[in-house]
């Protein structure tokens, strides 16, 4: 069975501890803790997990404004929101960065357990939220009304490459196959894998070969074989 990959974002170490030993307990997650301060989107990189659960009350960084970064530079990637008293607005501003979930800090280990696994099912257990705040309800039909009015025919916005994928990319447009971009990098071939999901996701492509021409064609990356090791 595949294990959900599951990384904490918090500052409160008792509290990553104590999130993980929760965690721990149950056979399908594979549990992963970073503290804010070293580089959370470095750590998201190399671990690409499935689930991120992040503090929203960060110092170091806006814990929304990073959730935010991590939806958007990593798609494949879901966040879920654990907060110690989320109010109105600040449910409404979890909703408008694309996190799936928002959670008490003191839900129970049940609670935390369900909505990880609901996340990874492709669910968004923050409707559950927004069904039983009337006025978040009312918030988040006003804003895509204001979207629907500007019309359908808006730009697709393409979500930043960052660097791996944008080196993972140069080397399929010189013609590498995953296994020996791996072995080119010395990452498994699951992890460039996932890379590659992560790229056809964020430029919209059909295949490896058509995420290349996009590449190209937005300046992405070089039309010329470069070498990128």
Known sequence: MDKTK???IDEQPY????VRQALSQHSD???????PGQDPMAMIEANLPDIVLLGSDLTTHSGL???RKIVRYFPTTKVIILSPDPSDEE???VIRTAAV????KNSTAHELAETVRRASRGEY?????VMTRPIVAKQVLNEFQSLASLGSNMETIVAPLTTRERQILNHIANGNTNKQIARLLSISEQTIKNHVSAILRKLNANDRAHAVVLAIRRGLIS???VNTV
Do not use: T
Request: charged share 30%; net charge negative.
């Open 29 to 35: 997650f594979d549990v992963l803790d970073c503290d």
């Open 125 to 129: 257990p923050i409707n559950d939220s």
């Open 223 to 225: 039309a010329e074989p």
């Open 15 to 18: 509290f990553r501890a104590g």
């Open 101 to 104: 979930a928002c959670l008490r």
């Open 65 to 67: 404004e990073l959730g």
């Open 6 to 8: 599951v990384m904490i």
């Open 91 to 93: 449910l409404f501003d």
